[in-house]
């Protein structure tokens, strides 16, 4: 363990701004929601009502899992404990990976291991740095709710404990494959699947089942409702025996190489890997299939859930919802709020999409490319149609889902479909101004390019919070989401749709401009 | 003669920094060209210009007789590239690789392909994930080599080969000018530029600083003597005569080639009993060029 102090002092200088970032947007939004239900549901009926709403719907058991109380904490705490817990877990796979299994194919883990540093001393600097970031997470957490006290330090050790499963998860993964990109893809997927796990035991109500998903462990808590201080056991004897192994694992391998051999490919390429187009399929086809399939799930998630949700609302929350029409009302309007819930997170995947040609650019990889015949704009445009293209498909696999389980449930498919489909689809125009701003960003400002990030974040916050925390209507007409029609239920309007998809002509077809002009490198 | 490529006061700004400060260069159709230089003394920047992929701030380039700019797409099909710094996509195989940038050069010859694997030693299973330095570079030049193309673009192609596959590289680069195609060499292995190139062109914090034939630049340095002689040799007031040293019978100094003959005649006066004389080598004009200049520029 010879090195691991300069090594996590290295690793915290070298994430300080993302780390900085990660967990004030967490702790911000944290303490944002907890402010919000304290103004929405001011009395204490309304959130008994709220409570009772919760636990009578397997749609909310599905996506929040269960609530065990009706105080400001403890509702709060049911509204966030699984994205926040999924959150602070990308957050630690992602550092974790980053200092070690990346840093080990990119060849700077020789550099350091030429050095006095021991062994272990990356892995090791690794954790600790995932520790202590959770650990920042779990006090800034506990001092920002409303409340500060022995709960609200219970609901911070529960995000840091799913945190930190997660980076013990991705501390094995990076152990087992020579890419950091599938290490980081592991441990995704061990993530997936326990938020799977979780969404059916809630919405099954099978009781030991929650036991077996991290992501379930900060509910079992329970802070706020009772702060089982004991299951925070669970979560820390999970990390430290994933740690050993990932320990042990890596004292027995060879730099640079995994558990899993790397298997040889093919001598030549398929015929049709030739021109622009194959290759950039060839480099997005395993991100894209991964979203589609994601996108898959949630829609027959939210389709399967939806006709049961009349009959669960009861109550305030029910004359809430009544008021947009009526039983199909409230179907209506979980819909649209589901299905735009998740179509947002298109947004994630276009840009991700649009900045692969950064990275191809900023890695040398762009250039022997760009040697050839091939001209810039179909080098560019090869990555545009995955990216935009892609975003389309993975709404239309949404609405598509959603659209047969719901007909099907609702014995109406020939009429529930299309509405439901065009749900979906309705979001493309605003998920391509998004990918537009990011292709703008690469035309004109390449070094800015991962601002694109920051923009579809900020856009997803003013959607989110913006009509909680009452924001001014000029800062909700920023995003892109605030004009999409909310259908299926209200009317179908087609001048914001137009308006849309003319933003993201205009900046895409700028940044495309930038980009044959600008140098490349 | 035609030429191939064509630049003259070439200038790139990055900023504040001036990467290419009126640079020239001219390399004859069917020759060799060796493009020596320091890091940083702007080799790369001047290929991607001829690339097109940066935008020169002043000068002309001209390549293959049109617009490295404009003409991309033509110009393209008509070159191959091999970068110095070779990144390939680490989900592909080294094959895979080689194959897709010959199809996008416009297509691929099997025979010359399999050929090139045998000689230069590679696997073209393995995923680019797992190749050394030395290897990458090993799928570019075979990329490229299999491309039947006029103009060959090597950004210091040896930098990660082993002394064996450094020899398997100077016979392909050999048989390509044998076949009549122009080559442009960066590099700053020396050995490798004298053993290859039929002219050099020695820039040097992104200027030219010297230009022709290797003959004709050996005329600015100096030959190595050592030199056993009967007498004490009188070398009193001849010029171009320097570091000498006389130590008994034996005489060692630097002559400049201008001063050779009066040289030679001034010991062959004293009796000459044995004579070594070193040609200049690259290696020298380099020193001489480099010895005093201040390493400030960017990594090009």
């Known amino acids: 363990m010879t090195g691991v102090w300069p090594l996590l002092r290295l690793s915290a200088r070298l994430d300080r701004v993302r780390l900085s970032i990660w967990i004030v947007v967490l702790v911000a939004s944290v303490a944002g929601s907890a402010a919000s239900f304290a103004g929405v549901y001011p009395e204490q009926a309304d959130r008994d009502a709220l409570l009772a709403a919760a636990n009578g719907n397997p749609t909310f058991a599905a996506i929040y899992g269960d609530a065990f109380g009706s105080s400001v904490g403890a509702l709060t705490s049911w509204r966030l404990m699984t994205f926040y817990g999924v959150l602070a877990g990308l957050m630690t796979i992602f550092l974790v990976i980053r200092h070690t299994r990346a840093d080990e194919e990119t060849g700077r883990l020789e550099l350091l291991r030429a050095t006095v540093a021991g062994r272990a001393a990356r892995l090791g600097s690794a954790l600790l740095l995932a520790v202590l970031a959770n650990l920042v997470l779990a006090v800034l957490v506990a001092v920002s709710m409303p409340d500060p006290g022995p709960s609200s330090v219970a609901l911070g050790l529960a995000f840091a404990g799913a945190g930190l499963t997660f980076g013990a998860v991705a501390a094995v993964a990076a152990q087992l494959t020579e890419s950091s990109r599938a290490a980081t893809g592991i441990a995704t997927a061990v993530l997936g699947a326990a938020f799977l796990v979780r969404a059916i035991a809630d919405s099954a109500d099978v009781g030991w089942l929650r036991w077996l998903s991290p992501v379930a462990w900060g509910q079992l808590v329970r802070p706020y409702a009772g702060d089982r201080w004991a299951v925070l056991a669970v979560p820390l004897a999970v990390t430290v025996l994933l740690v050993v192994v990932a320990l042990r694992l890596n004292a027995r391998r060879d730099v640079g190489a995994g558990l899993v051999a790397a298997r040889l490919g093919p001598a030549e390429a398929a015929p049709g890997l030739r021109g622009p187009v194959a290759l950039a399929w060839r480099l997005q086809r395993g991100t894209f299939l991964a979203w589609a399939a994601g996108f898959l799930v949630g829609g027959l998630a939210v389709g399967s859930a939806a006709s049961g949700v009349g009959d669960f609302v009861e109550g305030g929350a029910a004359d809430l919802l009544r008021r947009f029409g009526g039983e199909k009302g409230i179907v209506d309007a979980y819909l649209a709020t589901s299905l735009g819930l998740v179509a947002m997170l298109a947004g994630l995947y276009t840009v991700s999409a649009v900045l692969r040609l950064r990275t191809e650019e900023t890695d040398l990889r762009a250039e022997p490319v760009l040697a050839t015949p091939v001209r810039r704009l179909p080098w560019m445009g090869s990555h545009l149609l995955f990216a935009f293209a892609g975003t389309a498909a993975l709404l239309l696999v949404l609405g598509a889902a959603a659209g047969v389980v719901h007909g099907l449930a609702t014995h109406d498919l020939a009429g529930q479909f299309p509405r439901v489909l065009g749900a979906a689809v309705v979001m493309i125009p605003a998920a391509w101004v998004v990918g537009g701003v990011a292709v703008s960003l690469f035309g004109l400002l390449p070094r800015a390019a991962a601002v694109a990030w920051a923009g579809v974040g900020g856009f997803l916050l003013v959607t989110f919070l913006g009509p909680v925390l009452r924001a001014p209507a000029w800062a909700l007409d920023v995003s892109p989401y605030s004009h999409v029609p909310r259908l299926p239920g209200a009317a179908m309007t087609w001048t914001p749709v137009w308006w849309l998809l003319a933003v993201s002509a205009v900046l895409t077809v700028a940044g495309a401009a930038g980009f044959r002009r600008r140098d490349v490198g | ?300």
């Open chain 2, 1 to 300: 003669m035609t030429s191939a490529i064509e630049v003259s006061g070439l200038i790139k700004r990055f900023g504040r920094t001036t990467a290419l400060d009126g640079l020239d260069l001219n390399v004859a159709e069917g020759e060799v060209h060796g493009f020596l230089g320091p890091n940083g003394a702007g080799k790369s920047t001047t290929i991607r210009v001829l690339l097109g992929l940066l935008r020169p701030n002043g000068g002309t380039a001209r390549l293959l007789g049109g617009d490295p700019w404009r003409d991309v797409a033509t110009l393209h099909r008509r070159l191959a590239y091999v970068p110095g710094d070779v990144t390939l996509w680490p989900s592909l195989s080294g094959g895979e690789v080689i194959d897709l940038l010959a199809r996008l050069r416009g297509g691929v010859d099997p025979k010359r392909r399999a050929a090139l694997l045998e000689r230069f030693d590679l696997d073209p299973r393995k995923k680019a994930r797992t190749y050394s330095k030395g290897n990458r570079q090993k799928v570019a030049l075979v990329a490229a080599l299999a491309s039947d193309v006029e103009l060959l673009i090597l950004d210091e192609p040896t930098s990660g080969l082993d002394p064996l596959m450094e020899e398997v590289f100077r016979d392909c680069v050999a048989e390509e000018r044998r076949n009549g195609r122009t080559v442009l060499l960066s590099s700053h292995i020396l050995s490798e530029v004298e053993a290859l190139c039929d002219r050099v062109s020695i820039i040097r914090n992104g200027r030219t600083v010297e230009t022709g034939t290797l003959d004709s630049l050996r005329h600015l340095t100096r030959t190595a003597i050592v030199a056993v002689v009967a007498s004490p040799p009188v070398l009193d007031g001849l010029d171009g005569l320097h570091d000498l040293v006389v130590d008994g019978d034996r005489v060692a100094a630097q002559v400049d080639t201008a001063a050779l003959g009066p040289v030679m005649q001034a010991l062959s006066a004293a009796g000459i009993r044995s004579l070594t004389s070193q040609p200049p080598t690259l290696e020298e004009l380099f020193l001489r060029h480099y010895a005093t200049a201040p390493v400030s520029e960017p990594a090009a």
